[in-house]
């Protein structure tokens, strides 16, 4: 086995600031350093240097074509690749090519992609543009080797079409609202602030083989059968053990790749449940990093395939087991190097840090069906509040440390003393003792301050990062924005900063809370406190419709009413079809490969019961009429289930798109779904294995 050296390795791929400054005329470079501070417009002759630049860093590293990637509403990664080619001469001679024009623009078909009502199928215009603040790379797999240029998606109207456009401007938002604070304080050093993500992703590795052998994971991602294992994950012996020597493998073919391609993977273990494993990031800035996780997901699902492996990113392939999140680690650092929600030793005595903390509680308190709204998917309806992710209720968890001196501010307006964390002694003379944190971690909160950051562990493992980012980044901003307000007219900046903190803190109280997320006692207490309960995707896309939230997003230019009006309808058919997928699939394997075996079981048990019955011997045969009576009667509810499912579901398909139909699919669909699952479940643990059509779940989560 080669040996890999990261150092080596590490971003020879990427078309970085390093290769720019080396490669680039001294002008261009610094020309386009300032063209990411805002402070310059591109021009078309340092775009043209830039691309020939580009391409020829490409073209030695065998690139033939090029393309513009971009993240479309569908929460996916598309592109369209170009070949480096001119129109052939009279000689029929080619010219390798790349222009600044292509460089900055593209334009893919606008119409095939959701756009909710903003584009028609006759207006196909769409334009994407060059993010120069990512920077570009190139990829090399059996396809060929190919140089992807980062770029935001936008219609021919100038409406949003991606994910991408609206983190950067959300950026561009708190970045702005945050310099004001800093200059309150008397910071004038730090020129900027960026909002910075780590994405944990999680996910399961199965055999391939298998994998195939179950349209529903082909189709819908998950399993829409299966009974539960013998063993799951009760034991907590897969959880951090060893990693399989296949998995290990396949893992460490996926660090190559990402650190090729500058991704700092750092992180890997198993995780809870069976064949579900980490791979987890060092912090970047969150545009940044929302790109990067959109290539760990595309590698790991890339890679798996050359080991015989399949990668599932669904948030819940599996009942009964372990789902898979993604916590969101968000922070705020500025240009010279200070993390804005670092507390310090004695963070009583940090001002700074304690208005930044009201800030966020406000933020997160005013704003919790927002945050719930970035996090709602179809598979994370099967994940949260499940006693193996936070629930559905938003809260925050500061520890004991900065909860402390939130009683002191609220009860006196003053605070005197911070809690430390003291030795951690261990009782074992060859163990040193060390300093520990002045806090515990509450792992079933979904929004958890842990140190210098805040972890946002709602989101799901499919799911793209920017949402759940260009949601902070907006709140954040807002709160920045009506404190900076304030306080800039203050005639005492210290004492109004006191009385600001000590208001907040008050008033939004409520949304903290470090007890048992699981526990049936919080949804109560929940409601009492008046927090918003947002139980599935239907009802959190309502969210977007709010006056509030569109007073919010148009306040920075982030979302227009119309945008957000998309957004909401593109999640009412996302859901919609999510579950009309699925359950077309589980009439498919019910009706063409699970009943048919179960009849040809049952005829069998039937048979091996009447040939001991003819025999004459006299054998009791009780139990075999027992069991042909159960299995026949958990068939003869499986098939009245699935004619009820197939009804039900066309009736849904015939409706017109929208919030009505996605609600009908929860209400209607969904449970039909379930009363076709539960026989069909019951019968996999009646009928000879040999004789089942589709590989079971210890065959799955077990066989890598």
Same mark, same amino acid.
């Given at each position: 086995?080669? *040996?890999?050296?990261?150092? +080596?390795?590490?971003?020879?791929?990427?078309?970085?600031?390093?290769?720019?400054?080396?490669?680039?005329?001294?002008? +261009?470079?610094?020309?386009?350093?300032?063209?990411?501070?805002?402070?310059?417009?591109?021009?078309?002759?340092?775009?043209?240097?830039?691309?020939?630049?580009?391409?020829?860093?490409? =073209?030695?590293?065998?690139?033939?074509?090029?393309?513009?990637?971009?993240?479309?509403?569908?929460?996916?990664?598309?592109?369209?690749?170009?070949?480096?080619?001119?129109?052939? /001469?009279?000689?029929?001679?080619?010219?390798?090519?790349?222009?600044? *024009?292509?460089?900055?623009?593209?334009?893919?078909?606008?119409?095939?992609?959701?756009?909710?009502?903003?584009?028609?199928?006759?207006?196909?215009?769409?334009?994407?543009?060059?993010?120069?603040?990512?920077?570009?790379?190139?990829?090399?797999?059996?396809?060929?080797?190919?140089?992807?240029?980062?770029?935001?998606?936008?219609?021919?109207?100038?409406?949003?079409?991606? *994910?991408?456009?609206?983190?950067?401007?959300?950026?561009?938002?708190?970045?702005?609202?945050?310099?004001?604070?800093?200059?309150?304080?008397? #910071?004038?050093?730090?020129?900027?602030? &960026? +909002?910075?993500?780590?994405?944990?992703?999680?996910?399961?590795?199965? /055999?391939?083989?298998?994998?195939?052998?179950?349209?529903?994971?082909?189709?819908?991602?998950?399993?829409?059968?299966?009974?539960?294992?013998?063993?799951?994950?009760?034991?907590?012996?897969?959880?951090?053990?060893?990693?399989?020597?296949?998995?290990?493998?396949?893992?460490?073919?996926?660090?190559?790749?990402?650190?090729?391609?500058?991704?700092?993977?750092?992180?890997?273990?198993?995780?809870?449940?069976?064949?579900?494993?980490?791979?987890?990031?060092?912090?970047?800035?969150?545009? !940044?990093?929302?790109?990067?996780?959109?290539?760990?997901?595309?590698?790991?699902?890339?890679?798996?395939?050359?080991?015989?492996?399949?990668?599932?990113?669904?948030?819940?392939?599996?009942?009964?087991?372990?789902?898979?999140?993604?916590?969101?680690?968000?922070?705020?650092?500025?240009?010279?190097?200070?993390?804005?929600?670092?507390?310090?030793?004695?963070?009583?005595?940090?001002?700074?840090?304690?208005?930044?903390?009201?800030?966020?509680?406000?933020?997160?308190?005013?704003?919790?069906?927002?945050?719930?709204?970035?996090?709602?998917?179809?598979?994370?309806?099967?994940?949260?509040?499940?006693?193996?992710?936070?629930?559905?209720?938003?809260?925050?968890?500061?520890?004991?440390?900065?909860?402390?001196?939130?009683?002191? !501010?609220?009860?006196?307006?003053?605070?005197?003393?911070?809690?430390?964390?003291?030795?951690?002694?261990?009782?074992?003379?060859? =163990?040193?003792?060390?300093? *520990?944190?002045?806090?515990?971690? #509450?792992?079933?909160?979904?929004?958890?301050?842990?140190?210098?950051?805040?972890?946002?562990?709602?989101?799901?493992?499919?799911?793209?990062?920017?949402?759940?980012?260009?949601?902070?980044?907006?709140?954040?901003?807002?709160?920045?924005?009506?404190?900076?307000?304030?306080?800039?007219?203050?005639?005492?900046?210290?004492?109004?900063?006191?009385?600001?903190?000590?208001?907040?803190?008050?008033?939004?109280?409520? =949304?903290?809370?470090?007890?048992?997320?699981?526990?049936?006692?919080?949804?109560?207490?929940? &409601?009492?406190?008046?927090?918003?309960?947002?139980?599935?995707?239907?009802?959190?896309?309502?969210?977007?419709?709010?006056?509030?939230?569109?007073?919010?997003?148009?306040?920075?230019?982030?979302?227009?009413?119309?945008?957000?009006?998309?957004?909401?309808?593109?999640?009412?058919? !996302?859901?919609?079809?999510?579950?009309?997928?699925?359950?077309?699939?589980?009439?498919?394997?019910?009706?063409?490969? !699970?009943?048919?075996?179960?009849?040809?079981?049952?005829?069998?048990? +039937?048979?091996?019961?009447?040939?001991?019955?003819?025999?004459?011997?006299?054998?009791?045969?009780?139990?075999?009429?027992?069991?042909?009576?159960?299995?026949?009667?958990?068939?003869?509810?499986?098939?009245?289930?699935?004619?009820?499912?197939?009804?039900?579901?066309?009736?849904?398909?015939?409706?017109?798109?929208?919030?009505?139909?996605?609600?009908?699919?929860?209400?209607?669909?969904?449970?039909?779904?379930?009363?076709?699952?539960?026989?069909?479940?019951?019968?996999?643990?009646?009928?000879?294995?040999?004789?089942?059509?589709?590989?079971?779940?210890?065959?799955?989560?077990?066989?890598?």
């Amino acid at each position: 086995m080669d *040996k890999i050296r990261v150092d +080596a390795i590490f971003g020879e791929n990427v078309f970085s600031d390093a290769v720019m400054y080396e490669r680039l005329p001294r002008e +261009a470079y610094l020309e386009l350093l300032r063209v990411r501070q805002g402070e310059a417009d591109l021009q078309r002759e340092t775009a043209n240097v830039i691309a020939e630049a580009m391409r020829n860093w490409a =073209v030695e590293k065998g690139a033939t074509h090029f393309c513009h990637w971009f993240q479309p509403l569908t929460g996916y990664t598309a592109e369209k690749q170009d070949a480096f080619i001119s129109a052939p /001469d009279r000689m029929g001679k080619v010219l390798s090519l790349f222009s600044g *024009k292509e460089l900055i623009k593209g334009e893919p078909d606008a119409s095939s992609f959701p756009s909710g009502g903003l584009r028609a199928t006759f207006e196909a215009r769409g334009y994407t543009a060059w993010d120069c603040t990512s920077p570009a790379f190139v990829r090399e797999d059996a396809s060929g080797t190919t140089l992807y240029i980062p770029t935001a998606f936008c219609s021919y109207t100038g409406e949003s079409l991606d *994910k991408k456009t609206p983190l950067l401007r959300s950026m561009e938002a708190i970045g702005t609202q945050a310099l004001r604070l800093l200059r309150l304080f008397g #910071n004038t050093s730090s020129s900027s602030v &960026k +909002a910075n993500a780590g994405a944990e992703q999680e996910f399961f590795i199965v /055999d391939r083989k298998r994998y195939l052998k179950r349209e529903d994971l082909m189709f819908a991602g998950r399993t829409l059968f299966g009974a539960k294992p013998p063993k799951g994950q009760e034991m907590g012996d897969h959880y951090m053990g060893t990693i399989p020597e296949r998995v290990g493998a396949y893992m460490r073919d996926v660090d190559e790749v990402l650190w090729k391609l500058g991704v700092p993977a750092k992180t890997q273990h198993n995780e809870a449940a069976p064949a579900q494993h980490e791979l987890a990031p060092i912090y970047e800035e969150a545009n !940044i990093a929302t790109d990067h996780n959109q290539l760990v997901m595309e590698t790991l699902k890339q890679v798996a395939g050359r080991h015989g492996l399949m990668c599932l990113l669904h948030e819940k392939p599996f009942r009964g087991v372990n789902g898979s999140g993604k916590h969101n680690n968000w922070s705020l650092s500025t240009d010279d190097g200070l993390n804005l929600l670092d507390p310090g030793k004695t963070p009583h005595e940090n001002l700074q840090f304690l208005l930044i903390l009201a800030c966020m509680i406000r933020a997160v308190d005013r704003h919790a069906g927002l945050l719930r709204e970035s996090s709602a998917d179809v598979g994370n309806e099967e994940r949260l509040g499940g006693n193996e992710a936070p629930p559905c209720i938003i809260s925050m968890f500061l520890g004991t440390q900065l909860e402390d001196i939130i009683e002191q !501010i609220v009860a006196t307006g003053e605070v005197t003393s911070s809690r430390e964390g003291g030795k951690m002694h261990t009782g074992v003379y060859a =163990v040193p003792d060390f300093e *520990k944190d002045a806090t515990d971690r #509450n792992r079933t909160s979904p929004f958890a301050f842990t140190g210098n950051k805040f972890e946002f562990r709602s989101v799901g493992s499919m799911d793209s990062i920017a949402e759940p980012n260009v949601v902070l980044n907006t709140i954040a901003a807002e709160a920045f924005r009506e404190a900076a307000d304030v306080l800039e007219k203050a005639d005492d900046l210290n004492t109004s900063v006191q009385e600001l903190i000590q208001c907040w803190f008050m008033e939004h109280q409520r =949304v903290i809370y470090s007890g048992n997320n699981y526990a049936k006692e919080w949804t109560e207490e929940a &409601k009492r406190r008046g927090l918003p309960i947002i139980t599935n995707m239907v009802d959190a896309a309502g969210e977007l419709l709010k006056e509030d939230t569109v007073r919010l997003y148009e306040s920075f230019g982030i979302y227009t009413r119309a945008e957000l009006e998309s957004r909401a309808q593109i999640q009412y058919e !996302i859901y919609a079809k999510a579950i009309n997928i699925e359950a077309r699939t589980m009439i498919d394997m019910a009706g063409k490969q !699970i009943l048919p075996a179960v009849i040809r079981a049952i005829g069998e048990m +039937a048979s091996s019961m009447n040939s001991v019955k003819s025999a004459g011997i006299g054998a009791d045969t009780s139990v075999q009429e027992k069991l042909v009576i159960m299995a026949s009667g958990y068939l003869k509810d499986a098939q009245r289930a699935l004619q009820d499912l197939k009804e039900t579901a066309d009736q849904a398909a015939a409706m017109e798109p929208g919030f009505t139909q996605a609600a009908f699919y929860r209400d209607s669909v969904v449970p039909c779904m379930e009363a076709l699952r539960t026989p069909v479940d019951a019968l996999e643990m009646m009928i000879d294995k040999r004789m089942w059509p589709i590989p079971a779940y210890s065959d799955l989560m077990y066989e890598i």
